[in-house]
C-alpha cells in the first residue's frame, strides 16, 4: 500500500499547484490523449491506522490512476457500511488491507473508461467487484476488467451495492450444510439482520419454514409483524421461551433440522433447544461477544453438530463463477420483488453521519426496532 501513503502525501502539492496555474490553457492532442487513459481525482475515505472509525478514518482527494490496456476505470455509485468494515479499521478481523488503505468491501458503480485491450464491458455498464475487494469507499476505482462483474440495470442501486455479503451469506449457509427440502424447517436467532432477513425469504421460496427468535426489546410486536410480513412462519421473543416448552410452541411445524446463530450466548441456546435429533446449528457472528455454551447432553442424546461458516474464506477459493452466478439469482429475486431488506441511503457528503449511524451512537427508539439492522448505504454525489 506504499502507492497510496505516497499518494496522500503528494497529491495536496498537486492539487495547490494546479489551482495556483495564473493563465487558462487548452489541452494539447498528446495530453487529452493521457488524460483520457486515466481515471479523475477520487474522494476516499481512508484510514492510516487501526482503531476507533470515529477516530481514524478521514476523507481525502487521491490522485488520478493511470488505465493499462486491461483495466477499468469504475464511478462508484453506492457502497454500504457492513460491520465487517467497522472490524478492519478496529484492526480485529481476520483478513483486512495493510495500511493505509481505503475504507469498504462492496459496492455497485457505473464503468467510466477503460483500458484499450477491455473486451466484455462498456462504458455505462453496471458492474460490482467479483468477488467483493477492498477500497470501495472512493469515487473512482482502477482495476483489471476481471475483477470486475456485469449487472443488470433494472434493480434498486442499494440492493446492488449491498447484494454479495448478507444475501450470499444466507444462500450458502441455506445450501452448504444440510440438504433441505420443501417441508423442512429451520430456527434463527438475530432474526431482524439483514442476514436473518434473507434467510426468511430465501428459505421460503423453497418451501422451508422459519421458527425466528427476536430480543425482547420495546416495539418487539410491531417487529414480528414485519417479519411475518417477510414470509416468517413463526416468530416468538427469548422471555417466551423461557416461559413455554419449545414443542408446545411448535405447533404443526416440524422440529428444525437445521438453525443459525449470529448472536451467542443464551441466543445460541435458544436455537439448539428448537433443533431436532441429529440437527446441526451454524455460527455465522457473535453479536452478543458471549461464548456459545452446549450442554453435553445435547451432544450424547441429540447428537446435535455445530459448524461455522464465514464468506470471505468460501469465497477465496476458486468459486469466482458460482459467486456470479448466485449473484445474477439474487438480483433476478429483487428483480421479481421476492427479497427485500431495509436501507438507509446517506449521501456521500455525510460519511460522519453514516459512521456514527452504523457505530450505533444514535441509538434505537421504541418502534424503530429495525433501525439498528439497517444497512447505511453511501451513496457518491459527483
Same mark, same amino acid.
Given at each position: 500500500?506504499?502507492?497510496?501513503?505516497?499518494?496522500?502525501?503528494?497529491?495536496?502539492?498537486?492539487? !495547490?499547484?494546479?489551482?495556483?496555474?495564473?493563465?487558462?490553457?487548452?489541452?494539447?492532442?498528446? %495530453?487529452?490523449?493521457?488524460?483520457?487513459?486515466?481515471?479523475?481525482?477520487?474522494?476516499?475515505?481512508?484510514?492510516?491506522?487501526?482503531? @476507533?472509525? &470515529?477516530?481514524?478514518?478521514?476523507?481525502?482527494?487521491?490522485?488520478?490512476?493511470?488505465?493499462?490496456?486491461?483495466?477499468?476505470?469504475?464511478? $462508484?455509485?453506492?457502497?454500504?457500511?457492513?460491520?465487517?468494515?467497522?472490524?478492519?479499521?478496529?484492526?480485529?478481523?481476520?483478513?483486512?488491507?495493510? *495500511?493505509? @488503505?481505503?475504507?469498504?468491501?462492496?459496492?455497485?458503480?457505473?464503468? !467510466?473508461?477503460?483500458?484499450?485491450?477491455?473486451?466484455?464491458?462498456?462504458?455505462? &455498464? #453496471?458492474?460490482?467487484?467479483?468477488?467483493?475487494?477492498?477500497?470501495? #469507499?472512493?469515487?473512482?476505482?482502477?482495476?483489471?476488467?476481471?475483477?470486475? !462483474?456485469? *449487472?443488470?440495470?433494472?434493480?434498486?442501486?442499494?440492493?446492488?451495492?449491498?447484494?454479495?455479503?448478507?444475501?450470499?451469506?444466507?444462500?450458502? $449457509?441455506?445450501?452448504?450444510?444440510?440438504?433441505?427440502?420443501?417441508?423442512?424447517?429451520?430456527?434463527?436467532?438475530?432474526?431482524?439482520?439483514?442476514?436473518?432477513?434473507? *434467510?426468511?425469504?430465501?428459505?421460503?421460496?423453497?418451501?422451508?419454514?422459519?421458527?425466528?427468535?427476536?430480543?425482547?426489546?420495546?416495539?418487539?410486536?410491531?417487529?414480528?409483524?414485519?417479519?411475518?410480513?417477510?414470509?416468517?412462519?413463526?416468530?416468538?421473543?427469548?422471555?417466551?421461551?423461557?416461559?413455554?416448552?419449545?414443542?408446545? %410452541?411448535?405447533?404443526?411445524?416440524?422440529?428444525?433440522?437445521?438453525?443459525?446463530?449470529?448472536?451467542?450466548? &443464551?441466543?445460541?441456546?435458544?436455537?439448539?433447544?428448537?433443533?431436532?435429533?441429529?440437527?446441526?446449528?451454524?455460527?455465522?457472528?457473535? $453479536?452478543?461477544?458471549?461464548?456459545?455454551?452446549?450442554?453435553?447432553?445435547?451432544?450424547?442424546?441429540?447428537?446435535?453438530?455445530?459448524?461455522?461458516?464465514?464468506?470471505?474464506?468460501?469465497?477465496?477459493?476458486?468459486?469466482?463463477?458460482?459467486?456470479? @452466478?448466485?449473484?445474477?439469482?439474487?438480483?433476478?429475486?429483487?428483480?421479481?420483488?421476492?427479497?427485500?431488506?431495509?436501507?438507509?441511503?446517506?449521501?456521500?457528503?455525510?460519511?460522519?453521519?453514516?459512521?456514527?449511524?452504523?457505530?450505533?451512537? =444514535?441509538?434505537?427508539?421504541?418502534?424503530?426496532?429495525?433501525?439498528?439492522?439497517?444497512?447505511?448505504?453511501? =451513496?457518491?454525489? !459527483?
Amino acid at each position: 500500500m506504499a502507492s497510496l501513503r505516497g499518494a496522500l502525501r503528494s497529491f495536496g502539492a498537486l492539487r !495547490h499547484c494546479v489551482s495556483a496555474c495564473p493563465f487558462p490553457y487548452k489541452l494539447s492532442g498528446t %495530453i487529452r490523449a493521457f488524460a483520457v487513459a486515466a481515471s479523475p481525482p477520487s474522494k476516499a475515505v481512508v484510514y492510516e491506522q487501526h482503531g @476507533a472509525p &470515529d477516530q481514524v478514518v478521514r476523507v481525502v482527494y487521491l490522485p488520478p490512476v493511470e488505465l493499462k490496456e486491461n483495466d477499468v476505470c469504475v464511478r $462508484m455509485l453506492a457502497s454500504p457500511i457492513n460491520p465487517s468494515d467497522i472490524n478492519r479499521i478496529e484492526g480485529v478481523y481476520p483478513v483486512r488491507p495493510p *495500511i493505509p @488503505a481505503v475504507g469498504g468491501y462492496e459496492g455497485v458503480g457505473q464503468v !467510466h473508461s477503460l483500458g484499450s485491450s477491455v473486451s466484455t464491458l462498456s462504458v455505462g &455498464d #453496471w458492474v460490482i467487484p467479483s468477488p467483493p475487494s477492498f477500497g470501495t #469507499w472512493q469515487t473512482y476505482i482502477v482495476k483489471e476488467e476481471s475483477a470486475w !462483474h456485469k *449487472i443488470i440495470k433494472n434493480v434498486p442501486l442499494e440492493y446492488a451495492a449491498t447484494i454479495i455479503v448478507n444475501p450470499l451469506t444466507a444462500l450458502r $449457509m441455506l445450501e452448504d450444510f444440510v440438504n433441505l427440502t420443501s417441508g423442512d424447517a429451520i430456527v434463527q436467532n438475530g432474526a431482524t439482520s439483514i442476514v436473518g432477513q434473507c *434467510i426468511i425469504q430465501l428459505a421460503k421460496i423453497r418451501g422451508v419454514c422459519s421458527i425466528n427468535i427476536i430480543r425482547d426489546r420495546p416495539g418487539s410486536d410491531e417487529v414480528k409483524e414485519k417479519i411475518k410480513k417477510l414470509g416468517a412462519d413463526f416468530v416468538c421473543t427469548e422471555s417466551q421461551l423461557l416461559l413455554r416448552n419449545v414443542k408446545t %410452541i411448535l405447533g404443526g411445524i416440524p422440529e428444525p433440522v437445521l438453525g443459525f446463530n449470529c448472536v451467542g450466548g &443464551d441466543a445460541a441456546s435458544f436455537v439448539l433447544k428448537f433443533l431436532r435429533q441429529g440437527g446441526t446449528m451454524v455460527t455465522y457472528g457473535g $453479536m452478543a461477544k458471549k461464548p456459545v455454551s452446549v450442554s453435553t447432553s445435547s451432544f450424547i442424546f441429540k447428537d446435535l453438530a455445530l459448524r461455522g461458516f464465514w464468506l470471505q474464506k468460501w469465497m477465496t477459493s476458486d468459486k469466482v463463477g458460482d459467486c456470479r @452466478a448466485m449473484i445474477d439469482y439474487l438480483l433476478s429475486l429483487v428483480q421479481s420483488g421476492k427479497l427485500k431488506y431495509e436501507l438507509e441511503p446517506v449521501p456521500f457528503n455525510d460519511f460522519s453521519l453514516a459512521l456514527d449511524k452504523a457505530l450505533g451512537k =444514535h441509538g434505537s427508539q421504541p418502534k424503530q426496532y429495525l433501525k439498528k439492522s439497517l444497512l447505511y448505504i453511501l =451513496h457518491w454525489e !459527483h
